[in-house]
Structures are given as C-alpha cells and as structure tokens.
C-alpha cells in the first residue's frame, strides 16, 4: 500500500500557490486507512475467477485469419509445390521429383510470348489505370467540399462491382462490336464510313475492358492516402508559391506514394492472373499465363499445370516485392 | 520601409452561400506593428486573415498592401506569408527542405537554398534540428521552423492563425515575447489571430475586437481596455462590470470596485458573494446582485485577507462616479 502515500500531493511550500487563502481554512480531510483504500478504489467484483493471459487472447483474436489463410492458401500452394515436382502420363499423375515441368516451361518460346504480352497489358492497363485513379481520387477528395457529395460519388463509383466481372466483361461486345453501338454511332454521325473493325477481338478491347474492371482498384487506395493530407499544407505550398503543378509533383504526389503503391499491386496482380478478359476480348489473338494453364490443367496435365502456377506467383511476388521496396507500404500503413 | 508594409482594407466582405462571414470591414493596419484581430469563434477574424493572405477571395471589396491593391494577386505576389493555425509543415520534408519549399520553387540552386534555410532555422533557433522530420519535433519546435518556413520569403506581412493555441501556458508567455521581438528587428507587420484577450492585450500595437463578421472596436489595448464603446466589448475582454443603472449601462472596471458590508456614500449595488477564487496577487470575489446581475471585485490579496468573505454572505460592490464608464446600448 506504500503507493497510496506517494500520490498524495507534497506539502505546501511556505508562501506558494494557495498559502494562506480562503480555501485552504478548511482542514484538509483526515488520510484514509491503508486497510480501507483497495477498498475504496474499486468495487468489488464478484465471481470473476478465469482471466485467460494477454498472450492466450492474442492468438485466440488472430486465429480465425490465420486458419482461413492456411487451409485456403498455404495449404494448396505447398499442394501445387509438391505436385509441380511430379511425373505424368495421360492416365495419371506420379509422385516423383523431377525438374522436367520447370525446364519444359523455361524453355518453351511460348512462355516468354505470353509472359511478355500479359507484362505489355499490366503495363499498359497500370499507366492508364493510375492517371485514371489518381484524378478520379484528387477530384473527390479536393474538389468536392460537400461530405454528402463525395459519398454519393463514391457509390457511383462502387455500384458497378454490383454486377460480376463476367458480365461487365461481356457488356462491351454489343457496344464495342462491328454493327455496334458505338460504330452505329459514329456512322450516324458521319465521322467514318465503314465500321471500325479494331474495337473488338482486339488488344485495345481487353485494355478498355481492364480499364474498367480495375480503375476503381486506383482511386479506392489512393483516395485513402489523399484524405489524410491537411488540406492546410496545399495552402501553405501555394502561400511559398508553388504553382498547381509543383504542389501536385512535391507535396500531393510524395504524400500519396502509398495510395499509389497499393492501387498499382492491386491492378498489376489483377491483370497477371486474368483469364476470362483476354479470352472474350481478344478475340483468340492475345493468350495470358492463366489461359496457358487452363489448357494444361484441361489436358489433365497437372504437374506442368502446378509448375506453371508456381513460377506465376513467384514472378509476381518479385515483382509486388519490387514495389514494396520503393515504399514502404508496412511503416506508411501504420501511420 | 513602413508605408511598404502598411495594409488597408475597404468594405471587404466575404459570403459563404447565405452566409456573411465578413461583412464592410474596414481597417488600416500601419506599417511596421503589430496588430492583434480578437473576437470569439466564428467572428470573422481568420476569414478576414485569409482574405488578407490571398487564400480566400475577397466577395466584395479591395485589400491594399503597400499601397498596392493585391485583392486579386495569388499570396506569393503580396508579399505576405501565413503562419498556419496546424503550422502545416510538409510531413514528408525535412525541416531544412521544408524552410526551404518555397526557395526551391523559385528554382533556387540546392546548396544555395539549403544555405539560406539554414540561417532561418538559426534565427529561431532551430539549426540542429535541419535533418529531422516534423513528426520528430514538439509542438514549439515544429512552430519554430513553421515560422522561419514563412520569413524566408521575406514578406513585407506575416500572417498568424491563432499561433500560441497549440502551446502550454509556460511556452506560451515565452514565444509571445519572442514573436514580438522577430517583429520589432524585422521591421514588418504583423496580424495575428487570436480568441484570447490576454494574449492580444499582451502584445498589440492596434488591438481590433470583431463580431458577427463586423469590427466593434479597433484601437490600442489601452484604449480599448478603460474606453470599451461597448457591452459586447467591455465584457469580452474581461475585467470589467457591466451593469445598468438610471444613466444607462456602464462599465466599470473589477479592479476599481470595492467591497463592503452595508450601502455607504457614493454608487453601489449590493447582493451576496457567489464565489472566492485566489488568483496569487489578486482575490476575485464573484457576486450575484439583488437584480440577478452577475458582478466581480478584483481585490489586492492584503485587502480581501484584511476583511475576508466567504460564499453566501452578503455583501455591496461599491466603486466611484469617475470609473464609471458609460456604453453605447447594445
């Protein structure tokens, strides 16, 4: 009980705040026993008897994410790990450890064909995706002054997502098509004579069609690092006068670097493991690493298939690890 | 060098939608001192500030800096620099870098710029700290380089947004006294913000009281302080009784009304003690007079401990004709 005793407050110095003044005639209170003060302090509780340990609630508040990410996705990527290794023929699968699916894939022309033509789309997609998104989010964020405004416009934005990728997918055909809406257009309004034959079956097809799918990945991320910039420092950079641009270049951009970070996983890890647009949309003409492996994965050639998925997630790995190493996403996270 | 940095507003006025946050505002500001706008929250005073830091557009009327009508120049071209009420320095700049912004958006040359932030950081004080973050700096220190930010402009005008707000009361009294020296050896004028009467008491040239978007009183604290046109006035700057009697309202200051047990010669008004406080050098006893006015006597500690009262006893609060100070009605 010793701790009591040094809380009270220390003596009055002679001639110090409140010697001599009217309130202090009154005599302070007499000292509480120390036998009553636990007492006093806190109420007693009644049948509290199990207190698990910091430690025990720590892990019991992080196992539901943890078990869901080990049984749906440690578990099948150490599945495919191990099968990626294995022998095949056309009736089976063998358990071996053979190098053979790796060298096959890593030799094959075909690989790097397609490696190449789905980096050119996450290349493509990013860049538009994020002059897109970064606009899109500076608009809502600093242009639009009423909370209720930007709410509704961030519905607008979100409502879209109601439907299924496939079928915002397979929306464009009619539009996008050679009798449709859009050529219809443009021949009604005299601006060409023939239909435009590029818009469909086209890599310009699938780059729209991401562009779509994927520019809210952009805005959602960089929105959120763009609200927490104090207006008061735009202001401040336009008091030392700095022009739009050099405010956007040195105080708004560096300040959204995670926003940017993140949107720009987001969209390259999308655009990487896609399968259904470059199918549709291509028209046969462009193949992605995915539509690769679902030939395997038909052909019933596991293995090959397992190999295949394993250098995917490698690659994008490297290339996610590359962007973290630009930003820290982590350190900005916890801020 | 005085005209430069004397500012003239004219009947500016600033709507926002339906409402008026400044409206006819009035004021010359001379050159070279300092000037406090007081007001409660919502009076218009940092709007006005903004105006007169081109961060926000004038809705009417012109504001004149040096003689030169700037209501329609960005900030960067009146010769003013804001002190922001956040300090809003760049978080992810460097306290050099962040004194330096606005050298490099001059296209200042690294080592130049760097050279010249750094006797800005001396002149407060703040030149080991040029590598450090704001998120690494208190409150006064991130002030501090907040403020050589807006001087290495070298501006004919500074402009404060409320700036000893964030600050405990001890740095408080200290950074007061060293905003008014920076003015007096910069030879520049000064406009700060503030809902403290103390404060702009404490350090104005030219003390100006808003209210409702409209200047109730400008003049020296003085002035103003035994001269209050006003109920509103007299009362936010405190220290003063206002109370109503057959000439109409007056004000007479706490410091000059006296206690007493029973009514004697001269004005008085009596009632019963509402509450004591002991503020050190002086004894504020609070009364709550027969009318259901609420008054206070500001009494020398010796005095109140000669014949002290205590809350509930009756008492007069009694004070001299010459004290009494007549208010316009309002």
């Known amino acids: 009980m010793n701790w009591i005793a040094k809380r009270s407050p220390p003596p009055l110095a002679a001639g110090g705040w409140g010697e001599g003044a009217a309130q202090t005639r009154v005599a302070p209170p007499p000292p509480i026993p120390p036998d009553q003060v636990r007492s006093r302090l806190l109420p007693r509780r009644e049948g509290v008897s199990f207190r698990p340990s910091p430690w025990l609630i720590s892990w019991f508040q992080l196992s539901p994410l943890s078990l869901v990410l080990l049984v749906l996705f440690a578990l099948p990527t150490m599945l495919f790990l191990v099968v990626s290794f294995f022998d095949y023929d056309r009736v089976g699968i063998y358990p071996a450890f053979l190098l053979d699916n790796y060298r096959e894939l890593l030799t094959t022309p075909t690989t790097l064909r397609v490696y190449i033509s789905s980096l050119k789309f996450a290349v493509v997609v990013w860049a538009i995706t994020l002059f897109l998104g970064f606009n899109i989010a500076w608009f809502l964020i600093f242009h639009i002054r009423s909370a209720t405004t930007r709410t509704v416009l961030f519905l607008l934005c979100a409502i879209p997502f109601w439907t299924s990728g496939i079928i915002r997918t397979i929306a464009w055909i009619p539009f996008l098509g050679r009798n449709g809406a859009f050529n219809t257009i443009l021949q009604s309004l005299d601006i060409t004579s023939q239909p435009l034959t590029f818009l469909l079956f086209s890599d310009f097809a699938v780059v729209v069609t991401y562009v779509h799918l994927f520019t809210l990945l952009m805005v959602g991320p960089i929105a959120n690092s763009m609200a927490k910039i104090d207006p008061a420092l735009l202001e401040a950079a336009r008091d030392a006068g700095a022009s739009r641009w050099r405010t956007m270049v040195d105080v708004v951009i560096p300040l959204s670097k995670t926003g940017i970070a993140l949107g720009s996983i987001l969209v390259f890890t999308q655009v990487m493991g896609d399968y259904f647009v470059v199918k549709q949309m291509s028209g046969g003409q462009s193949a992605s690493i995915v539509s690769m492996l679902s030939t395997e994965i038909q052909a019933m050639q596991y293995p090959p298939a397992s190999a295949n998925a394993m250098v995917l997630v490698v690659f994008v790995a490297i290339m996610v690890g590359c962007m973290m190493r630009i930003v820290d996403v982590r350190k900005e996270l916890v801020k | ?330």
């Open chain 2, 1 to 330: 060098m005085d005209a430069r940095s004397e500012i003239e507003l004219v009947a500016v006025s600033k709507r926002f939608g339906a409402t008026m946050a400044v409206s006819g505002v009035s004021l010359r500001i001379p050159g070279a001192s300092y000037c406090c706008l007081l007001g409660p929250s919502g009076c218009g005073k940092t709007t006005t500030l903004r105006m007169i830091a081109g961060h926000e557009a004038a809705t009417d009327g012109d504001i004149l800096i040096g003689g030169q009508n700037v209501t329609l120049l960005p900030p960067i071209r009146r010769g003013t620099a804001m002190m922001f009420q956040s300090y809003a320095l760049f978080p992810h700049l460097n306290c050099l870098d962040n004194v330096a912004f606005s050298l490099k958006m001059r296209g200042v040359r690294k080592a130049e710029r760097h050279a010249s932030a750094r006797e800005y950081l001396a002149l407060v004080h703040m030149e080991q700290y040029g590598e450090r973050l704001p998120s690494q700096l208190s409150g006064g220190q991130q002030q501090r380089v907040a403020l050589a930010r807006a001087l290495i402009t070298r501006p004919r005008v500074l402009l404060l947004d409320e700036p000893l707000s964030a600050l405990d009361p001890f740095l408080r009294t200290r950074v007061r006294e060293e905003l008014k020296r920076l003015q007096r050896e910069l030879g520049i004028t000064f406009i700060h913000v503030t809902h403290s009467q103390d404060e702009a008491m404490a350090m104005a040239d030219l003390m100006v009281v808003m209210e409702e978007g409209e200047i109730r009183q400008s003049g020296p604290p003085r002035d103003i302080f035994e001269r209050p046109t006003n109920a509103f006035i007299a009362r936010f700057i405190g220290g003063h009784n206002v109370l109503p009697t057959e000439r109409g309202l007056i004000a007479i200051r706490a410091d000059r009304c006296r206690l007493a047990g029973a009514p004697g010669a001269g004005p008085c008004v009596s009632g019963h003690i509402a509450a004591v406080e002991y503020q050190g050098a002086m004894v504020r006893v609070a009364l709550a007079t027969d009318a259901g006015e609420e008054a206070s006597a500001l009494l020398p500690d010796n005095d109140f401990y000669a014949h002290p009262v205590s809350p509930g006893d009756a008492a007069t609060l009694m004070w001299s004709e010459r004290d009494a100070h007549v208010l316009a009605d309002a």
